[in-house]
């Protein structure tokens, strides 16, 4: 697809925007839908103020700006669609909703165009079954700010046909994003590998190894990671973390490698969902006081040691489960989430060997099934292999 290309975008809230801003920074003609009004103006006055203050950082000049506004087309009607190449879906995480959006869709749209769903939760094989011809179907999946943010998943469902898959990672590509091949599984790859970067802080927390700040201040300070866990999770908002932790879950069959955490389920039920609430596992505001860490060099090292044995322990479960490449697998976590270093090498530069001991540790003393050892992993010792 070249610049002459038309792209469409279905929901003008905080993705489709960011979506609509990407498609035409690359001189695409966009047309931006939303259902509502009112949220399409706010989408025109947001974007606006977004791309203004590039101008002010003297990153773009005016005209570029302009340009970018005047290729976006907000619209109330579908219909405008007529001669879309490429459609990318991004309203609410509802199966019906997005089923009927794109029913609407395949009547409007050409016949070689490619319909795309920017989910993070749902299933691209249930959101294609509403289609009749869902070969052309597919998942594109952006981290927010999607206009920032490098990495997207390419997620091609049962039907979807490899032309499809790789057309649409061309397009994205074209964009000057990042992009990486994902299975239709329950949270694709990221949003499943990173599960115990949270669950497992949270155990931590809950068994009393440490506190908030020390588990944060050990992840940053001796694992590298830019964000603690828990400054991570009142960042994104305990509803939103919670319901996708939720979603992984029931989605794999209440495996207990997935279990929520009763900790942040009260958390949601309280209110108190993180920076955008105020309070979550700190508190936001002028007057807001938290605790200092325990600077405690041993025990950071603990705390990291579990936690990272557990991610790669999950990225390996992604390999084996032929989710995806084990090099589309670190470059995933370390795109997509900042990741300090792709899991996967970060297990070959500690010694797998290490890495299953500590697992194994793990589930000798806990004796759950969530601190099972991957096989593949198991089977990279026995044959003294490495990942890399």
């Known amino acids: 697809m070249d610049q002459d290309t038309t792209i469409g975008v279905v929901g003008a809230g905080t993705m489709g925007q ?7 920074t690359n001189k695409h003609k966009v047309y931006l839908y939303d259902a509502y009004p ?20 003297e990153r773009m000049s005016q005209k570029e700006v302009n340009d970018i506004m005047d290729r976006i087309h907000f619209v109330e009607d579908l219909t405008n669609f007529d001669e879309c190449s490429c459609v990318i879906e991004a309203v609410v995480e509802d199966l019906d909703i997005k089923q009927d959006v794109f029913q609407r869709l395949e009547g409007i749209v050409p016949r070689d165009c490619i319909l795309a769903t920017n989910t993070s939760s749902l299933s691209i094989a ?5 289609l009749k011809k869902p ?6 999946h952006f981290f927010n700010p999607a206009p920032i943010m490098p990495l997207v998943e390419i997620v091609p469902g049962i039907p979807t046909t490899d032309d499809t898959t790789e057309s649409a990672r061309a397009l994205i590509n074209s964009w000057g994003k990042t992009t990486v091949l994902a299975k239709d599984t329950p949270g694709f790859i990221v949003n499943r590998v990173a599960r115990p970067f949270y669950s497992e802080a949270i155990r931590q927390l809950e068994e009393g190894v440490a506190d908030v700040p020390t588990i944060d201040w050990a992840m940053k300070e001796i694992g590298g990671f830019r964000m603690g866990p828990f400054e991570l999770m009142d960042f994104i908002g305990h509803d939103v973390n919670y319901k996708v932790t939720e979603t992984v879950f029931k989605e794999f069959f209440y495996d207990p490698r997935f279990k929520p955490s009763f900790t942040q389920k009260r958390l949601v039920e309280a209110g108190w969902l993180g920076k955008k609430s105020g309070k979550g596992f700190y508190e936001y505001g002028d007057e807001a006081d938290n605790p200092e860490p325990t600077k405690d060099e041993a025990l950071g090292q603990q705390i990291v040691d579990r936690i990272v044995a557990m991610l790669i322990n999950e990225a390996a479960d992604a390999v084996f489960m032929n989710v995806a490449t084990i090099e589309d697998v670190d ?9 300090p270093k792709g899991l996967l090498k970060w297990a070959d530069e500690l010694g797998l060997d290490t890495v299953l001991k500590r697992m194994e540790k793990l589930q000798e003393e806990y004796g759950e099934d969530r601190y099972r050892p991957n ?5 990279k010792v026995r044959n003294n292999e490495t990942f890399h």
């Open 38 to 57: 009112d949220q399409l103006g706010n989408a025109k006055h947001a974007l606006r103020k977004i791309l203004q203050r590039q101008v002010e950082k």
């Open 375 to 379: 096989p593949l992993l198991k089977r």
């Open 135 to 140: 070969k052309r179907f597919l998942g594109i």
């Open 126 to 130: 249930s959101i294609s079954s509403a």
């Open 18 to 24: 960011g979506i609509a801003q990407i498609a035409s």
């Open 331 to 339: 470059l995933a976590m370390t795109k997509g989430v900042n990741y």
